[in-house]
């Protein structure tokens, strides 16, 4: 029993967002690993231009409001916080996919080739 999660909420929330994620790439066409590291690519791009475009949003509020300057800033950071906590996740479920679904794919070719060379 895993005392972070005694009852396992976050283990099966976990298991049910990859199961959503897997099944949005197959829908997509991701069949390959190289289609697979160009969505982690852009999930790491958009967090990061998720995080310049709150701190500009947080730049502007204290640019103009600086009596909430401190409630931005808090603001701006659980935000940024989150969105890079949910980047994170979804690439780890991309690379999990790679590794589940994408590279048996890839030993089973090297097995073909092993057995044709014989």
């Given at each position: 029993?895993?005392?972070?999660?005694?009852f396992g909420r976050m283990?099966?929330?976990?298991?049910?967002e990859y199961e959503a994620?897997?099944?949005?790439?197959?829908?997509?066409?991701?069949?390959?690993?190289?289609?697979?590291?160009?969505?982690?690519?852009?999930?790491?791009?958009?967090?990061?231009?998720?995080?310049?475009?709150?701190?500009?949003?947080?730049?502007?509020?204290?640019?103009?409001?600086?009596?909430?300057?401190?409630?931005?800033?808090?603001?701006?950071?659980?935000?940024?916080?989150?969105?890079?906590?949910?980047?994170?996740?979804?690439?780890?479920?991309?690379?999990?996919?790679?590794?589940?679904?994408?590279?048996?794919?890839?030993?089973?070719?090297?097995?073909?080739?092993?057995?044709?060379?014989?």
């Open positions: 029993m895993d005392l972070s999660d005694p283990k099966h929330k976990r298991a049910r994620l897997r099944q949005t790439l197959q829908n997509a066409g991701i069949n390959d690993r190289s289609a697979a590291l160009v969505v982690m690519a852009r999930i790491r791009q958009r967090a990061i231009y998720y995080a310049l475009f709150l701190l500009v949003m947080v730049g502007v509020v204290a640019q103009f409001f600086p009596q909430v300057l401190g409630l931005a800033v808090v603001f701006g950071v659980v935000l940024v916080l989150w969105g890079l906590s949910s980047a994170r996740n979804g690439q780890s479920y991309v690379a999990r996919y790679i590794r589940e679904e994408l590279q048996p794919e890839a030993s089973q070719i090297d097995e073909k080739k092993a057995k044709s060379s014989e």
